[in-house]
């Protein structure tokens, strides 16, 4: 192929739309990297700390605030809960009463864009015959 055959055929790659053969829009991802950050902590054991609440009502929660996190400044929307794991832990020493404490293991996944994201309302298209 000679070189300007190969430019006009670029040029006309860059210039239609992307769609399928039937007309529908499409949208292109691309790979790019996420920063995922993990921690814990421990709380006392007590009737008011709902494990199954605190698991269900907040893993893939997205910050609506600006938030610090290990003196990074992340922007609304751009950090999301990934997971969120309780752990019953019990220490126990020689001549001491074990101590028991539950774990809070959270997993947090930081996009430096935003994790709120719009997408195209794409129905399947079909054709009816007689």
């Known amino acids: 192929m000679k070189a300007a055959a190969v430019k006009e055929e670029i040029d006309l790659w860059k210039t239609t739309p992307f769609r399928t053969s039937a007309g529908t829009k499409l ?3 691309t790979t790019r990297n996420i920063l995922k950050m993990s921690f814990w902590y421990f709380v006392l054991p007590s009737p008011f700390f709902d494990e199954a609440e605190l698991e269900t009502r907040y893993t893939g929660v997205i910050n609506d605030a600006p938030v610090m996190i290990a003196g ?3 922007p609304t929307g751009t950090v999301k809960i990934e997971t969120i ?12 009463v074990p101590y028991q404490l539950k774990m809070v293991s959270v997993v947090l996944l930081l996009d430096n864009r935003t994790w709120k994201k719009r997408y195209e309302n794409v129905s399947n298209l079909f054709m009816v015959s007689p």
Do not use: K, L
């Open 27 to 29: 949208t292109g991802t």
């Open 85 to 96: 794991e309780v752990i019953d832990n019990i220490w126990e020493r020689p001549d001491v």
């Open 72 to 74: 990074r400044h992340c």
